[in-house]
């Protein structure tokens, strides 16, 4: 876990909360006004609430924005005793959205955020206002889910190495030492902004996985995929169609290598056919570092005009 007050040379000044309504303390990221609109942001794989950092400023100034680290991720705790797959992370998140009683959000998902968050959407239709997906897969009880995250694995570097090192028995032993390698990580999945890399940023994204204990969240959401462990939320009817009514924006990075736009932005049209799709040639999966000001914009823009 990093610690309460870190800030990373001053990268992240944010106030650190604290709940313990998920059963351990998951930290979270409060900023503007209560009583504004919330805009909930979701991180994936292996980052944390920084990779929103240059989007917070803005949109909270008129905005409440709440920027979670999932378990066993950034200021969270890793409980030893907990599981780590999907159901798990959308069973904390709901019990953190009703702790803090979020209404009218705008769900910001990035990598598995968006299952993560789409499991919410799921099951709380009603607190939902808006959909931006940015590098994130929306799956939402889509009959072709299975045969596009099979297919985007067969060109996957990412969901390949998963596949290997389950067989292995790497799997465990390499991201138990993801605080060493967490560089080589974030490359392999698409990363192309080398400009952004500093001691305080390669810090910031490395220091909660610091001890194989440590990285439990990071191994759990591997093996997850490995063994099928993923429990992928299903909407009911009356669920399905709130969502389908809102308003919604993708915006994905082209040179994401590990969830191809071909295979995981269809499941995004098939929800929202007529919803503004915007693709970024040279941005990679790591959309929010690759092209920080670009996306701040675009999600501001969406969320004013909507």
Not at 48 to 54: I, P, S, V
Not at 289 to 304: G, H, K, S, V
Request: aromatic letters at 10%.
């Amino acid at each position: 876990m990093i610690q309460a007050d870190a800030t990373f040379a001053g990268t992240f000044p944010f106030s650190p909360h604290f709940s313990a309504a998920p059963g351990f303390q998951m930290h979270y990221v409060d900023e503007g006004p209560r009583d504004g609109e919330v805009v909930l942001c979701l991180h994936g794989e292996p980052s944390w609430g920084y990779l929103f950092r240059h989007l917070v400023p803005g949109l909270s100034a008129t905005h409440r924005v709440v920027v979670p680290d999932h378990m066993g991720f950034g200021k969270s705790a890793t409980p030893a005793h907990r599981r780590y797959w999907l159901q798990d992370h959308v069973d904390n998140l709901e019990a953190l959205v009703r702790a803090l009683d979020l209404t009218n959000i705008t769900l910001v998902m990035h990598d598995f955020g968006g299952p993560v968050g789409m499991g919410l959407a799921a099951r709380h239709p009603d607190r939902i206002r808006r959909i931006v997906s940015a590098n994130g897969p929306t799956p939402f009880g889509q009959s072709d889910l299975f045969d596009r995250v099979a297919a985007n694995a067969q060109v996957s570097p990412w969901f390949q190495w998963i596949a290997k090192a389950e067989a292995s028995g790497d799997l465990e032993p390499v991201l138990g030492q993801l605080g060493f390698n967490i560089l080589s990580t974030l490359k392999l999945n698409g990363f192309e902004n080398n400009a952004a890399i500093t001691d305080a940023w390669l810090a910031a994204y490395g220091a909660h996985f610091a001890r194989p204990a440590d990285c439990l969240g990071a191994i759990g959401w591997a093996k997850g995929f490995a063994t099928g462990a993923h429990q992928f939320q299903t909407p009911d009817p009356a669920a399905d169609r709130l969502i389908r009514s809102k308003a919604a924006l993708a915006i994905w990075g082209e040179a994401d290598r590990t969830l191809r736009a071909e295979h995981f932005l269809p499941l995004f049209s098939a929800i929202f056919p007529t919803a503004p799709v915007t693709r970024l040639a040279g941005v990679g999966h790591y959309c929010f570092e690759d092209a920080p000001e670009e996306i701040a914009r675009r999600i501001t823009e969406f969320i004013r005009q909507t």
